[in-house]
């Protein structure tokens, strides 16, 4: 900032010089500028974090003078801006850094569980199926060995009966046969 000066006299109440000081203080507690204004023109200070006070009291019998000095450099408070931008960069790409950092271990701890409900499913439709295999295989062979044993006692039965019946018939029958025969054989001769 080039050389300005601005010197500026007044008369103010107790009260207005405590409003305008007030101001002040509140400006100066903020940062950044300061907005002066008496009944002039207002000016725009940039402020700076540390400030140097010099303070003059001079009392001449009844004149009580109080000179309060401020005064900083601004191209301080420009290096302390930039410092700050870069803090607040710096502070901005950590969170972005913390941000993606969190994201990925919650992906990562999603897929982990994703894939482990995958597995377990996976396990247990194997065992299902295990299962479902054992109890076909179990059930194809009951059902193949009574369909055998069914096969197999059936013609057993059939078997030992059908020729007993058969022979029963043919040996009970035979002698009546028997006697038959002989008896029209009889009565054949007989009759000659």
Known sequence: MGEVKVEHELTLSREELADWLADLADAVRE??????????????LPLADDIDVDIE??????????????????????????????????????????TTDAVDDVVSTTTGAVDDT?????????AV???????????????TSTAKAATSKAPTRTAAKA??????????????KAAKTASSATSATGDS
Not at 39 to 44: E, K, Q, R, Y
Not at 57 to 69: C, N, Q, S
């Open 31 to 44: 940062g950044g500028s300061a907005e002066l204004s008496l009944s002039g023109p207002v000016l725009t």
């Open 163 to 176: 020729p007993a019946k058969t022979a029963t018939k043919t040996a009970s029958k035979a002698p009546a």
């Open 118 to 126: 995958v597995d377990a499913t996976t396990d247990t439709v194997d």
């Open 57 to 98: 009291v001079e009392i001449e019998g009844d004149e009580v003078e109080l000179e309060i000095e401020l005064s900083w450099s601004t191209r301080s408070s420009a290096k302390d801006d930039e410092a700050d931008d870069e803090d607040e960069e710096d502070d901005a790409e950590d969170a972005v850094g913390a």
């Open 129 to 143: 199926t295990v299962a479902a295999g054992d109890t076909v295989a179990g059930t194809t062979g009951a059902v």
